[in-house]
Structure formats: structure tokens, C-alpha cells
């Protein structure tokens, strides 16, 4: 399990920018992030090497953000490595909210990065089910 | 036609019409109206005081403000029992202006509505669709009333349902159309828009509008929608002072007739509340004479106008007030209903996920006016799921609809983009501009 930063976007042209400009000065790295082509507003999603300092120099600048636990699944590089994880989730009868990609920088695989409901219970399902769950990219 | 004959009395015999009624008028609020008693009271007046048309200048002027503090039936004359109708507008908060009807008010008021339907050349072979909402508002059932007294044939349309608008002025011939000003050059265009000429194969040919103003720019757009030979005019009235009913404009386009055995006009200075000379442009104020649920003194309308006294060509007599420029106070009429940004104010201080600022733009899109309410968002728990900023953004559109009676878009915003003031906050953008 891991920390999710999420950063309310206006959907104008530059409001991206100021937030990877105040991450960029904090020396923060942004190891995956997730935005979608909403009409009015948009929840920047990421996931960063330090979420805490990373929530609070954007609040500072004015920003609504919000941490929340998102779990991280390690896949094996190769066809059917996310269907399996559906699988696995869809038989355990757990909803997923979102998901979006990266990947491990040391084991230099994909990771599935996702939301559900309940997020201790799912992490659970996917060990028993002998997934690997991260607790952090630079590990 | 002109539908009553003091329409066309001397200016001595209104005159005299006018101070018999002021004085009766008078007696019965410091009678009848402990709220008039008191500023009566206090402004040292009696009606006793009141001996001449210009002695009306020592009374206390009404605002607004008075129905909210006296709300709901505080200014009303009589009781419950003898009221047969109660019509509400928009107030300055949340609670709205309540007005009453005895069964003489409707009568009297229906009869003036008949007035100023004749002068936009109602007759009783006309069909009159009725294209303004129903329910609260004064305009639909106002109009509904004086046609039907006219004996032209009413359908009870209520606004929306365009194309079905139009359906029933093909099938049923309409020749009359009732409602707000932008309205009809919608109907006009969407009918266009279905290959339909309206000189060509449509009856209509009289428009009375009313519910917001109606600029010059408009009228003559309204020619080139509906045709040369539509004759369009514009009436007013506001519910306060009874609905629909208090001036229209003739066939002549010179201005609004005053029914002025029922209603004084003064113009005032907004600022020193002085009352100015004739011809001067200033506020509206109204008297409204011999209603007998809400009477009602020196009602401050916030209508910026001007009296023209000249004699018009029609025959009426009866002073003409110039057609609306503006308002002294910052009311906005969006799509033909009143809306103070204090109301506005009040839903979004209630709705604790977002911040105290906010900026209210309205504009015309087909026609049509499009408000947009630009709010701050503070909470971030909302940043769990769009669903949650969605729902925040249906709950505001709710509230205000519910309060306001209009669909507003709903824009939310990161906390301090929207500009900030110091002093008077400017909050209101109206980008409608003068015309169309």
C-alpha cells in the first residue's frame, strides 16, 4: 500500500504545469500520474517519492489536495499479466474505483496502480492470491 | 380599441380621480397597516396631511425590503379569510415577496391587464397562447385573466415545450403570443428553424411581452424572426405593485400608458430620494390606489425611467413612462425572473464545501439567457472521485434552482482564482449588453 496525492485541476491551459512547476522546485520525483480529458474540472492523480511534503508545498501555493492509500501490484512483463489481476479481483467479488500504470524502478516491472473501496481488504486478497503489493517504487 | 374611458379623461379629471383615491388610500394603510402606521408615525404624516397630489412627497417611501421584514402577509391590509389569491416573486434573500388578492383586487386588476392587452391591439377574435410560466408569477395568470376578459380565445400554454409552441399556433391559429421578450425570438428562430415562415404560414401577428425589458434592437430583431407586419409591444408591471397591468405601450410605440386612476408615477433621484422634475430620468416610484389586500405608497420599483406627458395619438391621455434603462439596484432578470445576487449569496454561504467568493456571469446563448455561477472548491475530500465533485456541483444547482426557479451551470474552481476586491466586490458579469 502506498500514498496517492490527488490535486484538483481546473481544465484550462497551463493549471498541469503549475503543479509539476511547485513539485519540480520541492525536488519531488513523480513516479506515475493519471489525468483524463474531463470538461470543467479535473483530480490530478499521483503517486511521488515524498507525499507529505509534496501536499504541503501545494497547499501552500493555494491547492486543494488530498492523500489517500492506493494499492500498487507488481505484474510480470508479459501477455495476460493484468487480466490475471482482473481475474483475481473479479472472483474475490472487489470492486475497483480506478487504475493506471508505472513501473518498479529497481525490478524494472510493470505496476498496476488502483483504488478500491476498501483498500486493506484488497491488498489482503491479492497476497493471499500471491500477487506482489508495493510499498514503494525505489524499492 | 381603448378598453375603459378614464383612459382617455383630462389631466384635471384624472387629477382629481387620483387625490380623491390618495387620500382614501392614505387612511386606510394608517388604518389598516400597523407597519405603514409606523413609518407614518415617524416621519411626523397624517393622513390628514394630505390634501394635494403633491403632498404624496411627505409620505414615506415602501422598498422591497419592507415585505422582507414584514414577511409574509405583514403590509397586507385584510385578513386571510378575504383573499382569493396570493402570487409570490423573488425577494432579496431567501424568502420571497408574498402579494394577496381580495376578489375586487382581481377584478381591478384583471380589468387593467384588459387595458393594456387593447393597447397592444388585443381585440376578441384574437387566439392568445400564453408562452410565460404558470404558478407564482403574476404574468401568466395576470394576462390569462385580462384576455380572457377581453373575450379572446386563451391557451394556457406555460413557457417551454417549444416545438410543441408552435404545433398549437399551427393547429389552433394563434394570432396573439404572451411572453418574455428573448422567449419569442427563440419560438420565432426554432419555428424557422423547421422550415416554417412565420408571416407566411402562421396567424400570429401581435406579441405582448413583458417579464424583462425589451430594447429597440430587440423589437427589430423581432421583425426580421416574425415578420414586418408583427406588431410587438412591450407592458409592465410587477407583482408588488399587482402583476401585469400597471402601463403598456399603444400601437404607437411611444412609450408604456400608465393606468393612472389606479396607479401614481413619481421619478425620483435614487440617491436623495428628491422627487424630479417632469421629464427627468430617475427611479420609478409607483402609489397604487384602491387596492384593498396590499395597498401600497410611494413603491420604490429600483426601475430607472422617465414621464412623458405629451399627448400620444392613440387617444389615451394617460402619462407614457419611457421604456426601461437599467435598474438602481442590482437586480438581474434572467429569463424573465427576478434575481438578486443576495439570494444567490445565501445557497453558497450554506454549501460549507466551498470558499465565500464567487462570481455570477450571465450571458445569451440562442437567445436564451445562460447563468454561470463560478464557486471556489475547500474540501479536499471530495478529491476521492469526480462522482463526489459532481454531486457537489448537482447539490448548488439544486439548492438555487429551488430558491431561484432557474437552472444555473455550476463551475467549480481551485481556491483563490477568482479575483479578489478590495472594497465593493464586483460579483455580477452581465455580458447580455444592450439588444440582444
Not at chain 2, 429551488?402 to 472594497?423: C, H, K, N, T, Y
Request: glycine share 8%.
Amino acid at each position: 500500500m502506498l500514498k496517492q496525492l490527488a490535486v484538483f485541476v481546473e481544465n484550462e491551459s497551463g493549471s498541469l504545469r503549475k503543479v509539476t512547476m511547485a513539485l519540480h522546485s520541492e525536488k519531488i520525483n513523480i513516479y506515475a500520474s493519471a489525468s483524463f480529458d474531463t470538461p470543467e474540472f479535473g483530480i490530478l492523480r499521483m503517486v511521488v517519492d515524498k507525499p507529505e511534503k509534496a501536499k504541503e508545498a501545494l497547499t501552500r501555493q493555494g491547492f486543494v489536495t488530498k492523500l489517500c492509500e492506493v494499492i500498487a501490484v507488481q505484474l510480470s512483463d508479459e501477455e495476460g499479466g493484468m487480466d490475471s489481476l482482473l481475474e483475481a479481483l473479479y472472483e474475490s467479488n472487489v470492486s475497483i474505483n480506478y487504475t493506471y500504470s508505472s513501473f518498479g524502478r529497481m525490478s524494472k516491472l510493470p505496476a498496476i496502480i488502483l483504488h478500491a473501496d476498501e483498500v486493506f481488504e484488497t491488498e489482503n486478497v491479492l497476497r493471499s492470491k500471491g500477487f506482489t503489493c508495493m510499498d514503494s517504487f525505489s524499492e | 380599441m381603448i378598453w375603459a374611458p378614464e383612459e382617455t379623461y383630462s389631466r384635471e379629471e384624472l387629477q382629481a380621480i387620483q387625490l380623491r383615491k390618495l387620500k382614501q388610500t392614505v387612511a386606510y394603510i394608517y388604518e389598516k397597516v400597523p407597519a405603514y402606521q409606523k413609518k407614518m408615525d415617524k416621519a411626523g404624516v397624517k393622513p390628514g396631511d394630505i390634501q394635494t397630489l403633491k403632498d404624496l412627497e411627505k409620505l414615506p417611501f415602501t422598498n422591497k425590503s419592507d415585505f422582507q421584514e414584514n414577511y409574509p402577509t405583514g403590509l397586507f391590509a385584510r385578513p386571510r379569510k378575504e383573499l382569493v389569491r396570493v402570487h409570490a416573486s423573488s425577494g432579496t434573500t431567501g424568502k420571497p415577496t408574498v402579494v394577496g388578492y381580495t376578489r375586487n383586487d382581481m377584478h381591478l386588476w384583471t380589468n387593467n391587464v384588459s387595458r393594456i392587452a387593447c393597447m397592444g391591439g388585443a381585440t376578441p377574435d384574437d387566439v392568445a397562447q400564453i408562452a410565460f410560466g404558470y404558478g407564482l408569477f403574476t404574468g401568466a395568470l395576470g394576462l390569462h385573466a385580462g384576455l380572457e376578459n377581453i373575450g379572446a380565445s386563451v391557451i394556457p400554454m406555460s413557457s417551454g415545450n417549444t416545438k410543441k409552441q408552435i404545433m398549437f399556433m399551427q393547429d389552433m391559429g394563434t394570432t396573439l403570443l404572451v411572453a418574455t421578450p428573448s422567449y419569442a425570438l427563440h419560438l420565432g428562430e426554432v419555428a424557422r428553424s423547421m422550415g416554417i415562415d412565420p408571416e407566411e404560414d402562421l396567424d400570429m401577428h401581435i406579441g405582448l411581452f413583458g417579464g424583462e425589458g425589451m430594447t429597440e434592437s430587440m423589437r427589430d430583431e423581432m421583425h426580421r424572426v416574425w415578420g414586418k407586419s408583427f406588431l410587438c409591444t412591450q407592458n409592465y408591471g410587477m407583482s408588488e405593485l399587482c402583476g401585469p397591468g400597471v402601463s403598456g405601450e399603444c400601437e404607437y410605440l411611444q412609450g408604456m400608458h400608465v393606468n393612472e386612476d389606479w396607479f401614481i408615477p413619481e421619478i425620483i433621484d435614487p440617491e436623495t430620494g428628491e422627487v424630479l422634475p417632469p421629464g427627468s430620468k430617475g427611479e420609478l416610484v409607483i402609489t397604487c390606489l384602491g387596492k384593498e389586500a396590499l395597498p401600497l405608497v410611494r413603491y420604490r420599483t429600483k426601475d430607472i425611467s422617465r414621464l412623458m406627458y405629451e399627448p400620444c395619438p392613440c387617444g389615451r391621455t394617460t402619462v407614457r413612462m419611457e421604456n426601461l434603462s437599467g435598474r438602481s439596484d442590482d437586480m438581474l432578470v434572467i429569463r424573465g425572473v427576478n434575481v438578486f445576487p443576495t439570494q444567490i449569496e445565501e445557497v453558497l454561504l450554506q454549501t460549507p464545501e466551498i470558499g465565500a467568493h464567487y462570481e455570477i456571469k450571465v450571458e445569451r446563448k440562442n437567445r436564451l439567457d445562460v447563468m454561470t455561477i463560478t464557486v471556489e472548491l475547500i474540501d479536499d475530500r471530495l478529491l476521492d472521485s469526480y462522482k463526489k465533485l459532481e454531486e457537489l456541483n448537482e447539490r448548488i444547482r439544486r439548492n438555487l434552482k429551488a430558491i431561484l426557479g432557474l437552472d444555473a451551470v455550476i463551475q467549480i474552481v481551485a481556491p483563490m482564482s477568482l479575483q479578489r476586491f478590495e472594497g465593493k466586490a464586483k460579483r455580477v458579469t452581465d455580458l447580455r449588453g444592450e439588444g440582444l
